[in-house]
């Protein structure tokens, strides 16, 4: 293609120099190569008559007229690499006319790779007490141990979407049901303007569930005829859960109430973890009944060997999220907790990187944050997929 056009370029010269018209010859860009963005079009002109004009066109358009060197002229082309023509004719004092024409190619992409931005919720304290007082440069961010380059940083309040949880089993009649829903109650009634929250209460199905709300009096709207019933299917509702979080925008959040036994989901949980893997969603527990409830339950479903094994599953899904477990030794506690984690949601740092390193493989990355500061801890999530 570069030796066709120069063949054309150079029969123009020739036919306009035989005619005694103005020569005109194109210098940028060069023959065969692809344009984009900002570009200076360049030609030199000669003649026996003095140059009255010259004319620039791209595609047809005219950008420019010169009446005296230098001819160039700056023309913005787009960043798309598509092919484009770029055409100067110059005219002398006598009327004679000399052109020259030049057709850039398309710029030819071999692959696409889209890359989306990775959203990472750091909570950071000192001896328990949560800080809010450092930068971007006080942050180093590894993926697979290879350092990143923050993009975004923000802290404190970030508008969030938040999906409440609340196990309403057989477990849960009476006044249980009503404490914690009174917890859910107090969470709503923290959030801010921008916040969302869903309220799903469950057991072996959806016993109630409200829209994607800011407004408080929606969100408890019907709870009154709900009452506590039937078996818990824990792993299909976090998955559940994680699913109608997956289309929201910014930091989306799970709070789940319940003492961990799953006794009656379809899914297992190494199942529901490898979702977990994939979102971006931030998952607290409010694990009921103490320090561990699995004890050495069975059901028809599983003996305690796989309930003790899915409990542990739930466990490492909370801690690779960035989330936590809130341990609840009464269900009094309930409110509490869900206002803690609020405040804590609060009073994270939000940092933003494009992975240097992904490969769209699914293979898992292991993130790492640390603070320059010594005697600081850091929370966030463990890693996600590539995919």
């Not at 979080?245 to 959040?253: I, K, S, Y």
């Not at 199942?271 to 009944?289: D, I």
Request: proline share 3%; aromatic share 6%; glycine share 8%.
């Amino acid at each position: 293609m570069r030796r066709h056009l120069l063949c054309y370029t150079l029969l123009l010269w020739i036919a306009s120099a035989a005619a005694g018209s103005p020569s005109v010859v194109l210098i940028s860009p060069a023959p065969g190569e692809p344009v984009f963005g900002e570009i200076e079009v360049v030609a030199e002109v000669s003649s026996e008559e003095e140059i009255t004009k010259v004319t620039f066109l791209l595609d047809d358009y005219v950008v420019a007229e010169l009446s005296e060197p230098p001819y160039r002229v700056e023309v913005d082309v787009g960043e798309r690499g598509e092919g484009h023509r770029f055409e100067v004719i110059a005219e002398d004092a006598s009327g004679e006319t000399g052109r020259t024409l030049l057709v850039s190619p398309e710029l030819e992409i071999d692959f696409e790779l889209e890359l989306e931005l990775l959203q990472l919720y750091v909570t950071v304290s000192r001896r328990e007490q949560r800080l809010l007082d450092l930068n971007a440069g006080d942050f180093v961010v590894t993926d697979d141990g290879e350092q990143q380059r923050l993009v975004t940083f923000e802290r404190g309040d970030v508008p969030l979407t938040a999906l409440l949880l609340v196990d309403a089993s057989d477990s849960m009649r009476g006044e249980r049901l009503d404490t914690a829903v009174a917890g859910a109650e107090a969470f709503i009634a923290g959030m801010q303007e921008l916040d969302q929250a869903k309220l799903v209460l469950f057991a072996e199905r959806v016993l109630h569930d409200s829209p994607f709300t800011s407004f408080a009096e929606v969100l408890s709207a019907g709870l009154a005829g709900v009452e506590a019933r039937g078996s818990t299917a824990l792993n299909d509702h976090l998955y559940l859960a994680l699913k109608l979080l997956e289309p929201r925008q910014g930091r989306r959040v799970v709070i789940l109430l319940s003492d961990g036994i799953d006794v009656a989901s379809v899914l297992r949980m190494n199942e529901v973890l490898e979702t977990l893997r994939r979102s971006q969603a931030l998952v607290y527990w409010l694990r009921l009944g103490g320090d561990d409830t699995s004890g050495g339950h069975s059901s028809a479903w599983r003996d305690a060997a796989s309930h003790r094994q899915e409990f542990e599953l739930l466990e490492r899904g909370v801690e690779d999220s960035g989330g936590r477990i809130l341990v609840l030794s009464d269900i009094s506690q309930t409110a509490d907790a869900f206002t803690e984690i609020l405040r804590e949601l609060r009073d994270q740092y939000v940092l933003g990187y494009y992975p240097s390193n992904n490969r769209g493989d699914g293979d898992w990355h292991r993130i790492r944050v640390r603070v320059k500061e010594r005697g600081l801890k850091v929370r966030t999530r463990q890693g996600y997929v590539d995919f």
